[in-house]
T-cell receptor, first 113, second 112 residues
Framework: DTAVSQTPKYLVTQMGNDKSIKCEQN?????MYWYKQDSKKFLKIMFS???????INETVPNRFSPKSPDKAHLNLHINSLELGDSAVYFC????????????FGAGSRLTVL | GNSVTQMEGPVTLSEEAFLTINCTYT??????LFWYVQYPGEGLQLLLK?????DKGSNKGFEATYRKETTSFHLEKGSVQVSDSAVYFC???????????FGAGTRLTVKP
């Protein structure tokens, strides 16, 4: 019973295409995130939503658009894909209290050719 | 702003060797500190945490002590195993901040 699940796990596509990655958490958490991990394993936050409301929006090209239909889901849509978008994208969630431990999904590896 | 600096890898050790991965932080306020581990092909998992100065987090033989005076949270293990091979991330979060800041990650390889 996966806590944070992302689909697809692997995605290979051509430059210029539009693609989406979906994320769902069944933990009842209030806050969800998208992180990007590059080939050197550096992890950078992209977006954060709290109860469907955008609260963190780092310097990310506007080709990236997050959507949160409800607090259990946070999807990431990417328009006009570029080679530099190739990375592993991680979804994560946490409660709004305590030490705020993040629970991560297994990652979605995007390869842009 | 808040940031984390951890030692660059990769680190290669023989089984049963002693491990230290250094982590220092810069933060306004009083952060909570974390070590996450990422095994090959998987997402990050919490390894241990400490929420206030002098707290020691521990799990699976790993330990880290929150040192406010040196702004450090170094990860240690007395005897590593091949199964400890992974990428280790130091991270911090302040109470009023929804953003978890990660270090650059340190890849550990343990050889039999």
């Amino acid at each position: 019973d996966t806590a944070v699940s992302q689909t697809p796990k692997y995605l290979v596509t051509q430059m210029g295409n539009d693609k989406s990655i979906k994320c769902e958490q069944n933990l009842g958490h209030d806050t969800m995130y998208w992180y990007k991990q590059d080939s050197k394993k550096f992890l950078k936050i992209m977006f954060s939503y709290n109860n469907k409301e955008l609260i963190i929006n780092e310097t990310v090209p506007n080709r990236f658009s997050p959507k949160s239909p409800d607090k259990a889901h946070l999807n990431l849509h990417i328009n006009s894909l570029e080679l530099g978008d190739s990375a592993v994208y991680f979804c994560a969630s946490n409660e709004n209290s305590g030490a705020n431990v993040l629970t991560f999904g297994a990652g979605s590896r995007l390869t842009v050719l | 702003g808040n940031s984390v600096t951890q030692m660059e890898g990769p680190v290669t050790l023989s089984e049963e060797a002693f491990l230290t991965i250094n982590c220092t932080y810069t933060a306004t306020g009083y952060p909570s500190l974390f070590w996450y581990v990422q095994y090959p092909g998987e997402g990050l998992q919490l390894l241990l945490k400490a929420t206030k100065a002098d707290d020691k987090g521990s799990n699976k033989g790993f330990e880290a002590t929150y040192r406010k005076e040196t702004t450090s949270f170094h990860l240690e293990k007395g005897s590593v195993q091949v199964s400890d091979s992974a990428v280790y991330f130091c991270a911090l979060r302040t109470y009023n901040n929804n953003d978890m800041r990660f270090g650059a990650g340190t890849r550990l390889t343990v050889k039999p």
